[in-house]
């Protein structure tokens, strides 16, 4: 059977995102296990019901990525406690229109870093509450990384070994979880 494939959401559209490094990291620790691929959410338009109609190509093509993938890893910083706006927007973007979410059944993975002590624990509860109520299927356990400089590089290499078998559980069990469900 082919590896299954990963859509990697980062939740940051900041050019020299913590969490698209963290997000690398990954994918990295994750080949040969699955293919993952960053999707991207920074072109997508605001939310508005009112275009729901006439779909905007870029929201297409973003939903059509979730649905091909066996499964979605979501990376986020936390802003003021809660989901950043751009992530937001693509969770709103992808289970709308009514009866066209990408969301059910998708076997899912939320995960995050910030400098802050407790590493994006807040917006990881809300979005397991929100990805749950859209029926996403979700691994279980908790991934809270606190950043320090220099802890991923560009090319998603890991520079602690403490953090690196921490965070090849989760890539190996999310592995595991996406591999079952597409069986
Ligand atoms: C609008 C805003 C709100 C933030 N709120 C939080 C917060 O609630 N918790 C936290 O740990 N860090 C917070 N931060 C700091 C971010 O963790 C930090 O900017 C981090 O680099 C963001 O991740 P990114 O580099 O992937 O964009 C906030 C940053 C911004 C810009």
């Given at each position: ?6 859509a990697?959401?980062?939740g940051?559209?900041r050019?020299?995102?913590?969490n698209?490094?963290l ?8 080949a ?15 939310y508005?019901q ?10 297409v093509?973003?939903?059509?990525e979730?649905k091909l993938?066996d499964?979605?890893l979501?990376?986020t ?14 969770i709103d973007?992808?289970?709308?229109p009514f009866g ?5 059944g998708?076997?899912g993975f939320?995960?995050?870093?910030s400098?802050g002590?407790?590493?994006?624990a807040?917006?990881?509860?809300n979005l ?11 691994l279980?356990?908790e991934?809270?990384?606190q ?5 991923v ?7 602690d ?7 090849q559980g989760?890539?190996?069990r999310?592995?595991t979880?996406v ?5």
């Open positions: 059977m082919p590896v299954p494939q990963v990697v959401i980062v940051s559209n050019r020299d995102s913590i698209r490094k997000a690398q990291a990954f994918i990295k620790l994750g040969g296990k699955f293919d993952a691929k960053i999707v991207r959410i920074d072109d997508l338009p605001m508005n009112d275009i729901e109609g006439n779909l905007p190509a870029e929201v093509r973003y939903k059509d979730i993938a499964g979605v979501i990376v910083p936390e802003h003021n406690r809660s989901a950043p706006t751009v992530l937001k927007n693509a973007w992808g289970a709308r066209t979410s990408v969301w059910p998708k076997p939320i995960t995050g870093t400098p002590a407790i590493g994006t807040l917006v990881q509860a397991r509450t929100v990805m749950l109520g859209l029926g996403m299927t979700l279980g356990g991934s809270y990384i950043f320090k400089p220099n802890l590089d560009d090319q998603g290499t890991i520079s070994e403490t953090t690196k078998t921490f965070l989760f890539v190996d999310f592995a979880l591999a079952k469900l597409k069986a």
